[in-house]
């Protein structure tokens, strides 16, 4: 089984209390067993992290850079200004999906861009849970040596 990171970042373990109306009503434990749900139908070897660190979740990352893992990233409030997690992001060597609960175009303007995204083999944004299901999926198509 391919193995795949799902890292989520800051806040992300309220989920389910923390404006629902925005990030919906699925906790962060039930979002974990969605992706290992998904990755198992798929062939995937999902572990689920989150953090409050940012220093952690850089960790996570190198150790995904240095094994060639594939990522799937909610990196959260993060992904607005941290250039250390951009610049970890860029030394991946497996590819990179970018997801998002919400459309964070259609959001603050502070939410409008992502510092990630430009190193980001792809960027799902406003699906919701579905979002990580669709990057499962498409880890899972993706070959060792396809490009991204």
Known sequence: MKPVLVLN?????????????????????ELA??????GNELGLQVEVR????????IGWVHEAADSGTPVVLNSAAWSHYSYALRDAC????A???????????????????????????????GLGVEGYRAALRYLASVRPHDPA
């Open 50 to 57: 989150q953090t409050d660190s940012e220093a952690e979740l």
């Open 90 to 93: 860029s030394q991946l060597t």
């Open 9 to 29: 970042g800051v806040n992300l373990g309220r989920l389910g209390t923390r404006e629902p109306l925005v990030y919906g009503t699925t906790t962060h434990a």
């Open 95 to 125: 590819p990179l999906v970018e997801v998002h609960l919400s459309q964070t175009a259609a959001r603050e303007a502070f939410r409008h861009e992502s510092v990630i995204s430009g190193v980001a083999t792809g960027t799902i944004t």
């Open 33 to 38: 067993e969605l992706c290992l749900a998904t």
